[in-house]
């Protein structure tokens, strides 16, 4: 049962806006990505906004994306669901995601990729500072074409805990971030063009104002969460100490006054390597050979995206 206080502040949240933050300063552009150019990338394929029947005005996206695939796939849907609204970046190392609450009329896309088959551990930590307060989430799993697992259930679990009523599930594939021959490429334009159609369902199901809990694969318990460490290291003769990689990394594992260094710290995220504007950053060689190695058996053959309602 609720508190009265809580009570209170629920309503308050009904009657006011409905999404709000504490500051701003984390509403982000995931400006550390716009060397993807992403924008340009994505223009040939956008919708126009809210086309379909049921799509709110503007969808929240809480994004964690250290490489730009999955906030990819998480504005394709928005952008067929009414619109990228504020967007999340739980990639930011230093805010204050407790100040992030919704309220019921909010919809929100919440996506994250699959490490080890997981939810990234400190997208866990971040999500559980937010408060859901009744909002719908659509939870989106991005993978680089080996398999996502447990992902979308642990993302259900974390979401209905802190509030979300969690009413869809996407399972979608980008480039592997690790060994990039993998998903090369993707999400493709017939990507985006199936993440329209699974828009187009989710919006009739949001129409019928059906919050049901979808159908989501994976286990509980859930696999353990072992990720094996890979840590960037630097080429000293190429860094010229800008310190873009300590300021994009999301757990500051990267001193800004020395950034030839990579803390224990480190989660392997491999966004260091892909803001390097020197190409100074890269996984030792071998490690990387050996990963690839493992991973061709697995990943080879094109995986498909997947809608869970
Ligand atoms: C530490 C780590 C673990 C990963 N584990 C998986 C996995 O279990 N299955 C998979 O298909 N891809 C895996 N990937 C690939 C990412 O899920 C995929 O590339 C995703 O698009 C990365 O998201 P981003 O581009 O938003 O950073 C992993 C990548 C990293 C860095
Ligand atoms: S982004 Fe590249 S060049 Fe800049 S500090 Fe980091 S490693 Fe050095
Ligand atoms: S140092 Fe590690 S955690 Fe930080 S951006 Fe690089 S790979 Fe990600």
């Given at each position: 049962m609720k508190s009265k206080s809580k009570q209170t502040e629920n309503m308050k949240y009904t009657h006011s806006?409905?999404?709000?933050?504490?500051?701003?300063?984390?509403?982000?552009?995931?400006?550390?990505l716009s060397a993807y150019n992403e924008k340009k990338r994505l223009s040939t394929f956008l919708p126009n906004r809210g086309q379909f029947k049921g799509a709110n005005l503007s969808m929240k996206l809480i994004v964690f994306s250290p490489t730009g695939g999955t906030h990819r796939v998480a504005v394709q849907l928005a952008q067929s669901l009414g619109g990228v609204g504020q967007t999340?970046?739980?990639?930011?190392?230093?805010?204050?995601?407790?100040?992030?609450?919704?309220?019921?009329?909010?919809?929100?896309?919440?996506?994250?990729?699959?490490?080890?088959?997981?939810?990234?551990?400190?997208?866990?930590?971040?999500?559980?500072?937010?408060?859901?307060?009744?909002?719908?989430?659509?939870?989106?799993?991005v993978y680089g074409n080996r398999a996502f697992e447990d992902t979308l259930v642990e993302l259900h679990d974390v979401l209905t805990e802190q509030g979300f009523q969690c009413v869809a599930g996407v399972g979608a594939i980008a480039e592997h971030s690790i060994a990039r021959q993998y998903g090369a490429g993707r999400p493709n334009a017939k990507d985006l063009e199936q993440l329209t159609a699974f828009a187009q369902q989710i919006a009739d199901k949001l129409a019928r104002h059906d919050h049901s809990a979808p159908a989501l694969p994976g286990n509980r318990p859930y696999r353990p969460y072992a990720p094996s460490p890979m840590h960037p290291q630097t080429d000293a003769e190429?860094?010229?100490?800008?310190?873009?990689?300590?300021?994009?990394?999301?757990?500051?594992?990267?001193?800004?006054?020395?950034?030839?260094?990579?803390?224990?710290?480190?989660?392997?995220?491999m966004r260091c390597i892909r803001v390097c504007p020197e190409q100074a950053r890269a996984l030792p060689a071998a490690l990387l050979a050996g990963i690839t190695q493992k991973l061709q058996p697995v990943c080879s053959q094109p995986k498909q995206n997947e809608l869970f309602l």
């Open positions: 806006i409905c999404f709000s933050t504490g500051f701003a300063g984390y509403i982000l552009a995931l400006g550390a999340i970046d739980l990639c930011c190392a230093d805010a204050d995601f407790s100040a992030v609450s919704f309220c019921a009329d909010d919809q929100c896309i919440v996506a994250v990729p699959a490490f080890a088959g997981r939810v990234p551990a400190i997208a866990v930590t971040r999500l559980r500072q937010i408060q859901g307060h009744g909002a719908a989430a659509i939870l989106v799993a190429q860094c010229t100490n800008c310190g873009t990689c300590a300021r994009a990394c999301p757990v500051g594992a990267i001193p800004l006054d020395a950034p030839q260094q990579t803390l224990e710290t480190c989660i392997s995220c």
